[in-house]
């Protein structure tokens, strides 16, 4: 089991939504937190909402523009070493396959799965040597369930599945631990926030994420996971129930999707 007390906790993309929910969910279980985003304001408004703001550390970043060991340095600075690092910094999109540039699909593995990959691999040397460690990676449902609109984003979850599964394996001997989430429509400013095929901000909030699970559920069942040490953990009851429909009728599934009217 792993206890979030006394732990510290780097979580990135934690000025809003899922993020800023994981972060307040560990203040009040006791952990000492490092909060990374691009908008230090924000970042700012996340630590006086915790329970214990002074043991919240701000360190604004920019994920697709960054030197990963030195903000991993940055991150020690504060608490000590990082035992759990939060990779949950990310960005959807909506746009059609054959209208996506490659420029857009490229800035969202970048941010999606390049910049997890790099600051993984600046954190783990110090959990190997220390025999202790847990990433926790914000992946989604799309990595199964690919959808309209969303090529790019699920290629990236797809890939960060891949990645992470295969680290696992090699990691655990090292007593370094490894969950991914797959949240389902969660009530966030995700889609708003979504670029379109020609780089753009999407700017509107989809009716299926204003219906979702609110974020601080998300991320009570988040930390649960992390902290019963669960390889992977759906989010959100209807999703995964389609996740698992996928496994045994897979041609029922892709129907479904092919038809439904995605925004």
Known sequence: MTQLRDKVVWITGASSGIGEAMAIEASRKGAKLVLSARREP??????????????VAILPVDLTAFDADATALAAASFFGPVDLLVNNAGISQRGLVLDTSMEVYRRILELDFFACVALSKAVLPGMVARKSGHLVVISSVVAYLGTP?????????????????????????????????CPGFIRTQVSVNAITAGGGLHGKMDPATERGM?????????????????????????????????????G????????AKVT
């Open 214 to 250: 609110a974020p601080d559920e998300c991320a009570r069942q988040t930390w649960r996971a992390v902290e019963r040490d669960r390889d992977e953990a759906f989010v959100g009851t209807k999703e995964a129930m389609l996740v698992r429909l996928k496994r045994y009728a897979p």
């Open 252 to 259: 029922l599934v892709r129907y479904a999707i092919g038809r």
């Open 149 to 181: 609109l969303r090529s790019g984003y699920s290629a990236a979850k797809h890939a960060l599945h891949g990645f992470y599964d295969a680290a696992r394996a090699e990691l655990w001997r090292d007593g370094v631990k490894v969950t991914l989430i």
């Open 42 to 55: 924000e970042l700012q408004r996340v630590r006086a909402a915790c329970a214990h703001p002074d043991r």
